[in-house]
């Protein structure tokens, strides 16, 4: 054991033991973490805003979900499909409580990629068709079907193919990189993409589903118009298509309501849940409605850990906790504020080049001149780091810096994390 090692010697086993395909954003070795707070082996306390890549919404180790988990360890841990267990059913029933009202049933998974290949699956089961839909820079996973749905970067895709078949790729509503109009005329972008993708390449009455992150994630925390969801929406049901909601990073009160697609008030047919779910504890889902998941038939899919009971518990107090707080609402508020000081920023950051975001799912894009700065949102991030705030960058050019910090975060070490920020922002982008 290396109890008492210090970081480096932490690191040179890792290198030694753990796969070279992890990407790390930082250095830091954490032995133990609290709310905002992140407590390394080397004796420093970090504020965390990237929460685990927006898995600990409710802040590290948050009391209800602790008290959860540590009452069902001692009761049961796993039965996979041997036999039913009460805890699973509890945490289907919490989830579709808040669910949009027609998607009233289950499919519990390990992870968002696991989540998103079981979407795949049904919607193909469901509508007898193969192709698929999805959108430049969308990230769904690593996994061979998610994979192919993935095209935030060329790295994860370079040596892998061939990737699943079927598959299409149409541009996002990234109205800062692809448009020119007014920012209140309508978007047309990607209407026009899909009628040229009709016209050209699958026909309407092949393609199964559409698979869309409301708020694209890795692809750079894009805020899509108003109208896109509801576009997309009667688009699938005017060619029988199904539309599958990927809210792995955005759900979960993260974007200031339950889901991000409760701001465009429409209802997918499927929707692919992780992250947040469990605050850590590794469980995913995705939810259907009765008749689209009953185009599977018994044993068509499975997993051996779904469903697990310890990580149920942690659901149940999970989604008991965002209710009873009303964590949606703070998390609305909250982001109100940290935009309102990123949009202050603007005026003296001259590469400070987009502030965007829903509730506490910010982007910050940098630009020098028409180059994304990526070298930038580098240095950027190290400054933080060296004065105590751990920041994720994301976006295909790497050049923004996205805000997650928990929901639950006091807002005095909000400001804090933001002064840090500012000053990091300043020393580096002068």
């Known amino acids: 054991m290396l109890a008492a090692a210090d970081a480096a010697t932490w690191r040179e086993r890792d290198a030694e033991l753990i796969s070279p395909a992890y990407h790390m954003y930082s250095d830091l070795v954490v032995e133990s973490a609290e709310g905002a707070h992140l407590h390394t082996v080397d004796g420093r306390d970090v504020l965390d805003f990237g929460c685990g890549i927006g898995v600990t919404n409710l802040g590290h180790r948050h009391p209800a979900v602790v008290a959860a988990v540590h009452e069902q360890v001692d ?37 968002g990629a696991e989540a998103v290949e079981g979407a795949i699956k049904l919607a193909r089961r469901a509508t007898g068709r193969s192709d698929i839909i999805a959108f430049v820079g969308a990230f769904h996973g690593r996994t061979y079907g998610a994979l192919s749905l993935t095209a935030s970067k060329a790295t994860y895709r370079r040596g892998m193919g061939p990737l ?46 559409i698979v869309v992150e409301p708020v694209q994630g890795e692809g750079g925390y894009v805020v899509p118009p108003a109208t896109f969801i509801p576009m997309l929406r009667r688009v699938c049901d005017e060619h029988g298509i199904m ?19 409760n701001h465009a008030r429409v209802e997918p047919d499927i929707m692919c849940l992780a992250k947040a779910l469990g605050n ?89 001149g028409d180059a994304p700065a990526t070298r930038l949102v580098d240095r950027i991030s190290r400054n ?47």
């Open 243 to 261: 539309l599958i909601a990927d809210e792995v990073q955005s759900g979960f009160a993260r974007t200031g309501k339950m889901f991000a697609v």
């Open 164 to 209: 699943l078949p079927g598959i299409h790729h149409i541009r996002y509503p990234y109205c800062f990189r692809y448009c020119t109009h007014a920012d209140d005329d309508i978007c047309e972008l990607v209407e026009r993409e899909l009628q040229l993708l009709f016209a050209t390449t699958t026909a309407p009455e092949t393609v199964a589903a």
């Open 75 to 111: 009761l049961l841990w796993h039965t996979s499909v041997t036999a039913y267990h009460p805890k699973m059913i509890e945490a289907a029933a919490a989830l579709v409580s808040i669910m949009p009202p027609s998607l009233d049933q289950v499919f519990f998974t390990n992870s």
């Open 384 to 430: 933080a780091l060296a004065r105590g705030l751990l920041i994720l960058s994301c976006g295909i050019d790497g050049n923004v810096i996205r805000l997650i910090p928990p929901l639950t975060i006091p807002e005095s070490e909000l400001d804090a994390g933001l002064d840090i920020l500012e000053a990091a922002m300043r020393e580096e982008a002068a």
């Open 280 to 368: 850590g504890m590794p469980i995913a889902a995705f939810t259907s409605g009765h008749r689209v998941m009953s185009a599977f038939r018994e044993g068509e899919h499975g997993t051996t850990y779904g469903g697990n009971a310890v990580a149920c518990a942690a659901v149940v107090a999970v989604i008991e906790t965002m209710t009873r707080d009303h964590i949606p609402e703070r998390a609305e508020r909250l982001g109100r504020h940290v935009m309102e000081r990123a949009r202050g920023w603007q005026v003296d950051i001259k590469s400070l080049a987009d502030v965007r975001g829903l509730g506490l799912m910010i982007g910050l894009e940098f630009m020098q």
